[in-house]
Nanobody, 118 residues
Framework: QVQLVESGGGLVQPGGSLRLSCAAS????????MNWYRQAPGKQRELVAS???????NYADSVKGRFTISRDDAKSTVDLQMNSLRPEDTADYYC????????????WGRGTQVTVSS
């Protein structure tokens, strides 16, 4: 059974930091491109960052320079370090695994909520 379990969300003040983590089980983790998506109330889900097993990363323009994605294939985890948080970063954040060779083989986590507010 495949599971992606996110953790680390919460309430933080503007300018603060949070670190999200996603623990995967039931998949050959190194064969998957790992992604963080987010969905704010009333908005579509959007890609925040992705990382391949090669270490290549991709970021949404809105988070470049503030967020850092990393992965540990030995532990089957992917993290998202979020710095200089803004109210517009408030959203539910989801972990998404997509097989590097078979895009139809993909899995979502249940999400973790991030609220940036004073």
């Amino acid at each position: 059974q495949v599971q992606l379990v996110e953790s680390g969300g919460g309430l933080v003040q503007p300018g603060g930091s949070l670190r999200l983590s996603c623990a995967a089980s039931g998949i050959n983790f190194s064969a998957f491109i790992m992604n963080w998506y987010r969905q704010a109330p009333g908005k579509q889900r959007e890609l925040v960052a992705s990382i391949a097993n090669t270490g290549n990363t991709n970021y949404a323009d809105s988070v470049k320079g503030r967020f850092t994605i990393s992965r540990d294939d030995a532990k089957s985890t992917v993290d998202l370090q979020m710095n200089s948080l803004r109210p517009e970063d408030t959203a539910d954040y989801y972990c998404y695994a997509r097989h590097r060779s078979a895009a139809s083989l993909s899995f979502w986590g249940r999400g973790t909520q991030v609220t940036v507010s004073s």
